[in-house]
């Protein structure tokens, strides 16, 4: 077959079935409702018809406060330890001090490893990372009634004793000034959390002043379901979520920050082996014997996480017709729940006069699957119509035998009333055919023809008899004589393809339209058996050999 340019362009529809139901209109209008409402719902809501962009954002912050606590004055400078990374700052709460160390031996504090009775008992050169120092081997008295191993450190070592109440627990009066600045890139916007006519003296509330960017450090913690005066014993590490949800569309415009704050650290699990959140620091200087001195500090605080996120949007008419797009394919779900209604049908167990049937079979058409790999399908397939079967064999497999014993799936046949009228008469066998087997000529048939009128073959493609059980050939019918060997007939079909043709018709042409005759009556119109369809050896034979004269009377 010649492959057109036609053939390349074209368009295919599928072919649709109407079912007048008014349960399954009701049940198609519902869900065709039910997903409109839902796609307006997802467009107005989550503004499916606007570009999104990822916010950029930068944090810097300013802590203020005084507090009078162990005879001195605190201000910022000694309570506020600013991250490197500028998202987040550290506010001490408690300390504890240790004053007037110096490199020397000393006693280790008291634990189950450095308790000691005797020199053996502690290790020289034993440095335990939970020690304050390196142990030199021998065991001194730590005070009246306790002995431990000495250590090679700062000395006196450090106090395992924290305060309480906190040395700074006033810091929760203490106050903060966020300054953020963030950027849409896609749409080169630039807003801050400071507004212009901002209220200098104001205070965040969540209510009364929502937009104000000054925090007190207790009302944070409070925000964040914490005490305050608790968790500035031990520290803790807390969040403050700014979050930029903008609509920069013009008629909706709208980009204010909104606050959120929870605490971070897990106080369930790591409580119970790191407590709180501390560091330590020391600051040197040399005593009036010119030793190099220090003073240890172990500073508790809380950590203030700053957390900035959100997207802007604003109206692309891409971004609107690519959501409405994909959700086209949600409008398939009415056909894809009615189809599964009605798919329900089963043949094997169904009445096949019930309701679904009928519509099963209106809907959908049953063929046999190939027995081969689709690579090899179109070189074995062939179609196969005997005379005294009533549906259409289909072989797709590589034959090792006469096709005359092939096997395969039956294809129904598609039926015409006068047609069928005709052929039920070739399926009997009476007296003329018996005498006709009696009188055919000595020379005996191949053994996988049942007509009487093949001609032996080595090919096996061409070894197929027009019946399948022994009977009458069905070139000795009328039909066969009236359908495929009418010379006018065979004559209208060549002018018909060929009306300004000036060749004379040969017995080639004639013979080519004698078979294509014969398989258009046996195998119907489908074009897919047309290709593939194989003219019985004895209907070949009369075709070839016949002179194919116009019948008259």
Known sequence: MTLTLADCFDYSTKKEVRIQSVPLGILKQCITFGVIVFVCFSLITQKRYQKKDSIISSVHTKVKGFADAHSRIWDTAEYTVPSPGGDSFFVITNIVKTEGQMQSNCSELPSQKTICSRDDICKKGLADPQSNG???????NFNNTLKTCEVSAWCPVESQTTPVPAVLESAENFTVLIKNNIHFAAFNFTKKNILPNYNVSCIYDRVKAPLCPIFRLGDILREAGENFSQVAVLGGVIGIEINWDCDLDPLRYKCEPHYGFRRL?????????????????????????????RTLIKAYGIRFDIQVYGTGGQFNLLELALFIGSCLSYFGCASFAIDFIIGRYNSCCCNAKSV??????RKYETIPGPSVSLAHLKAHLKFVSFVDKEDILMVDQKLKGSLQL???????????ADTKAKCKDSHKQDENEMRLIKGRSAMLPPAWCKCNKCINTTHLEEQLCCRLEEGECITDTKMFNSLVLNRESLEYAF?????????PISKEHLRYYAKQKYVEWRFGCRKYMLNFAVIP???KTAIETCNLQTEGP
């Open 134 to 140: 390196i142990q030199t081997g021998r065991c001194i």
């Open 265 to 293: 650290d897990d106080t369930v699990v790591d409580e119970s082996l790191y407590p709180g959140l501390n560091f330590r620091f020391a600051r040197y200087y040399k005593n009036a014997h010119g030793t190099e001195t």
């Open 356 to 361: 679904l049937k009928y519509y099963d079979d």
């Open 406 to 416: 092939a096997s395969g799936p039956y294809i129904q046949r598609e039926r015409f």
């Open 495 to 503: 002018q018909y393809d060929n009306p300004l043709s000036k060749t």
């Open 537 to 539: 050896n004895c209907c």
